[in-house]
């Protein structure tokens, strides 16, 4: 990291709240400075924005447990059965990208979507199946429309 935003970086990864407000004015002001210095101090400028919201991502990540409660069930899906979660798709409406870095850090970000379904189904989706025993982990490869699949177990 270049010296003059490491002290902004550090500030923002502080669990003290003044400490991260400090680090968005801290990150505008160098960003503000680096902009007149042309396209390339933009571009790195950029890149530093990208591990701040790391930064802050990792942050958001590491508490989520404080708010998220996982249950055991004395009832689990037994072994070798499906299950499917589907879900309907989302539009924006307003404020697209105003809630990612930079806008975000410096004016906050606000975005209204909706949800909406496709031919009456909710087109989106994923499907899993408990395994019993140690499960494998295949990765699948699409190489064009009508070619093989490649597979890979890990």
């Known amino acids: 990291r270049h010296p003059r935003w490491r002290g902004a970086l550090q500030k923002l990864a502080s669990a003290d709240a003044k400490q991260r407000s400090a680090a968005v004015k801290d990150l505008q002001r160098l960003r503000t400075g680096w902009l007149q210095d042309g396209a390339v101090a933009l571009m790195r400028a950029a890149r530093h924005y990208e591990a701040a919201s790391q930064m802050v991502i990792l942050s958001a990540v590491g508490t ?91």
């Open 64 to 154: 989520c447990a404080e708010y998220i409660q996982i249950e055991t069930t004395s009832n689990p899906i037994p072994a070798g059965q499906w299950v499917t979660v589907e879900a309907p798709a989302r539009i924006d409406l307003a404020g697209g990208w105003s809630d990612t870095p930079p806008v975000c850090y410096e004016h906050g970000g606000a975005v209204v979507n909706a949800a909406i379904l496709v031919d009456g189904q909710r087109p989106l989706g994923a499907k899993a199946k408990r395994l019993d025993g140690k499960p494998v982990l295949t990765f699948q490869t699409l190489k064009g429309k009508n070619a093989p699949v490649e597979e890979a177990q890990r």
